[in-house]
């Protein structure tokens, strides 16, 4: 009788983890990440233009990891977002003219549906 193997995260999944990494800007991240797949796998191929990984060799355990490491970034970045102070301005037509910037007839359209709809 054959055993068969069965994966927790189809493919579906996995590529939307892949989209996850690839919204990521510090190259830390990518280190850590690569650190991560490389204790599951050394197949790893590479030439001048980067490292390519088969992600459905990668292991179960391997892409909880890699979950959550990309949860713990959130996180904190959430919270980075969460201490930023911001202002709301109301923008008027004639306010941002007096001021010196120039709308374009598109922009003060929507502003005047703004004004309408209110």
């Given at each position: 009788m054959?055993?068969?193997?069965?994966r927790i995260y189809n493919t579906n999944y996995r590529k939307k983890l892949i989209s996850k990494i690839e919204r990521l800007n510090n190259k830390n991240d990518y280190i850590n990440i690569y650190n991560l797949i490389n204790e599951d796998i050394n197949d790893i191929s590479s030439n001048r233009n980067g490292f390519f990984i088969n992600i459905n060799l990668l292991t179960d355990k391997c892409i909880e990891n890699i979950e959550n490491y990309l949860n713990e970034?959130?996180?904190?970045i959430n919270s980075e977002i969460e201490k930023i102070n911001y202002k709301i301005t109301k923008f008027e037509n004639d306010n941002l003219e007096k001021d010196g910037h120039k709308?374009?007839?598109?922009?003060?359209?929507?502003?005047?549906?703004?004004?309408?709809?209110?």
């Open positions: 054959e055993s068969s193997k069965t970034k959130c996180s904190t709308l374009s007839n598109q922009d003060k359209n929507i502003i005047k549906r703004i004004r309408n709809s209110q």
